[in-house]
């Protein structure tokens, strides 16, 4: 596909998060964390992994940025662990945690990459779950205080900001399905969560302004493209309503101030009903200078007659397939980009992760030649372009992952990097994948 070429200022980075790749879990004065605590519960996480050890990104960030600098990284997405900076979620902080952060984020500066840093990806301090976690409205306020200490310290060289990771996969995979920490299996517990953590967002947005700090703060919520699965009314509501239920019900409270009245309705229907205070509405709708979406496939949709949908992508045999069963819909990304564009004022747009897991193949040399991964980062660059061409602000990409990590319930089965991992002796090497990555961003393009 030649003469594929981004805007000039186009960023390049990759993404990972704290608990998929640090480890140390328990080092340094770090608190348990709810990660900890449900990995370490039989059954719990696939192979019984957990991210004791991980990457060992702790003690390796060295050698990790120097592969960030092979590749020609322009800037890297981390997250910080909260129980390494408040053990106990709260109170006093804990120097040597912050040490880890600061050490990481100025050898990346000294390597000329710009950090992006997620403030929750997941790991909330155990001592603050044990108070209800992200059900108890309290633990907004003491997630300011987490942010703020971290402005305090770091907003001065970190340029972007990303404040909560999927509020949507934390509300509903961990308090609704009970496959992602903390384990809970309650839709009215979900939906708190959920309100809770975009307050909180709201809430940081407003701290981060009160600093007047040169970066720039977004969130990163997960989207993906929803399609009737025929042209027939009923799927075409069901999948207004999966749309609503996904997407929607992130979109409308943060840029309409309100929740979508079909969604609203629908959990109603199932007994959960919520009636929050308007002004939550008016912090969680705190400007934002940009919108990060994690956006890996879309889903085909037909009605169902108790659920009101069902997602079918497992009965359609004519996808190709990641590890994940998700089906490779490049389009998708398009559809979503130019949707946002309409539906969020036309904001600063980054792709915060695109990615895929792929059974990898060592050959004898040692060589990882990812051809399905090289493809699928091609195919959805090109739709990203596309967008970009259709007047989308789409400001960055970055890659999911670095390097194979800790994919939650999966442990170490599913393999996302564009960097391995040898999980007997934890030595990287950059897959073909890592090599493409290398020459697009030198190309800036394709
Ligand atoms: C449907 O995919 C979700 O948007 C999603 C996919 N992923 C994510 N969210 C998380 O943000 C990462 O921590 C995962 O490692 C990554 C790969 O599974």
Known sequence: MPGIVFPKDFIWGCATASYQIEGAFDEDGKGESIWDRFSHTPGKILNGDNGDVACDHYHRYKEDIALMKEIGIQSYRYSISWPRIFPEGKGQY??????????????????????????????????????????????????????????????????????????????????MMGVHAPGIKDLKTALEVFHNILLSHGKAVGAYRQLNLPGKIGIAPNFSTKYPASDKKEDIEACELADGVLNKWFIYPVFKGTYPEDVVKFYRDRGAHFDFPPEDMKIIGADIDFLAINYYTSEFVKHHPVNGFVEINNELSQFEKTEMGWIIYPKGLYDLLLRLDNDCNKIDIIISENGAAFDDKIDENGNINDVKRMNYIKEHLIQAH?????????????????????????????????IHVNRENLKRTIKNSGYLYRDIIKNNGL
Do not use: C
């Not at 040490?99 to 990806?121: A, M, Q, W």
């Not at 992952?401 to 393999?415: A, P, R, T, V």
């Open 94 to 175: 804990n120097e040597k945690g912050l040490d880890f952060y600061k050490r990481l984020t100025y050898e990346l500066l000294k390597n000329g990459i710009k950090p992006s840093v997620t403030l929750y990806h997941w790991d909330l301090p155990q001592k603050l779950q044990d108070i209800g976690g992200w059900a108890n409205r309290d633990v907004t306020d003491y997630f300011v205080e987490y942010a703020g200490l971290l402005f305090e310290k770091l907003g001065d060289v970190v340029p972007y900001w990303i404040t909560q990771n999927e509020p949507w996969i934390v509300a509903f995979l961990g308090h």
């Open 386 to 418: 596309k967008a970009i061409e259709e007047g989308v602000n789409l400001k960055g990409y970055y890659l999911w992952s670095l390097m194979d990590n800790f994919e939650w319930s999966f442990g170490y089965s599913k393999k996302f990097g564009i």
